[in-house]
């Protein structure tokens, strides 16, 4: 019931295409849903996160979209660049605590 | 800007030995936190740490690890006798309240090798 689960593992988008990663939770304690860029060798780094009571949020290129009856968030990067090209982590925690539950990860790589 | 800092960025140990990874969280930062990848896997919450003791940990953080903040700047992770499954990555985080929506912010890892 902790887990969240994403999808694809994979992704490869020429640049100025789309990205989408999506995501989906169980367990509806969960009250905050942060997305992570991850470079390698590197440690995650907070993207943009969001709260259950609001079904998007913007930030320059890239855009969460949340359905909470569904229980399933997505990341979108618009524009893609090369630079875009990294590990995305979906995370959801609740309580405080920081004790952040991780996705499996999307490894994106964008083509010039 | 400031950053949260790990030592070493790499320790190869053999089996059953004791290894100690350090990590200096960001100076004005309360909370502070253990997470691990292994390589390939996601990131695993292992152990937050508050105010000189344990907040909150996982079913990973077993006897075999301890944490413990011997200086007001230093924040470390041991593990007692390594096992070759603990290889990973192991990542040190600070935040500066409990808050959820505070971000926490994460070291570049110190990636552990058991042999």
């Known amino acids: 019931q902790q887990q969240v689960k994403q999808s694809p593992q994979s992704l490869i988008v020429q640049k100025g295409g789309i990205s989408i990663i999506n995501c989906a939770y169980e367990?509806?304690?969960?009250?905050?849903f942060p997305w992570y860029q991850q470079f390698p060798g590197k440690g995650p780094a907070l993207l943009i996160a969001?709260?259950?009571?609001?079904s998007e949020k913007k930030e320059g290129r890239f855009t969460i979209s949340f359905n909470k009856s569904a229980k399933q968030f997505s990341l979108h990067i618009m524009d893609s660049q090369p630079g875009d090209s990294a590990t995305y982590f979906c995370a959801a925690n609740s309580g405080g605590y920081q004790k952040v539950t991780f996705g499996t990860g999307t490894k994106l790589q964008v083509i010039p | 800007e400031p950053e949260v800092t790990q030592t070493p960025s790499h320790q190869v140990t053999q089996m059953g030995q004791e290894v100690i990874l350090r990590c200096v969280p960001i100076s004005n930062h309360l909370y502070f936190y253990w997470y691990r990848q292994i390589l390939g896997q996601k990131v695993e919450f292992l152990v937050s740490?508050?105010?000189?003791?344990?907040?909150?940990k996982s079913e990973i953080f077993d006897d075999q690890f301890s944490v413990e903040r011997p200086d007001g700047s230093n924040f470390t992770l041991k593990i007692r006798s390594t096992k070759l499954e603990d290889s990973a990555m192991y990542f040190c985080?600070?935040?500066?309240?409990?808050?959820?929506?505070?971000?926490?912010?994460f070291g570049q890892g110190t990636r552990l090798t058991v042999v």
């Open positions: 985080a600070s935040s500066e309240n409990r808050a959820v929506n505070t971000e926490a912010f």
């Open positions: 367990n509806t304690a969960f009250d905050y």
């Open positions: 969001i709260r259950p009571d609001v």
């Open positions: 740490f508050y105010n000189n003791e344990i907040s909150e």
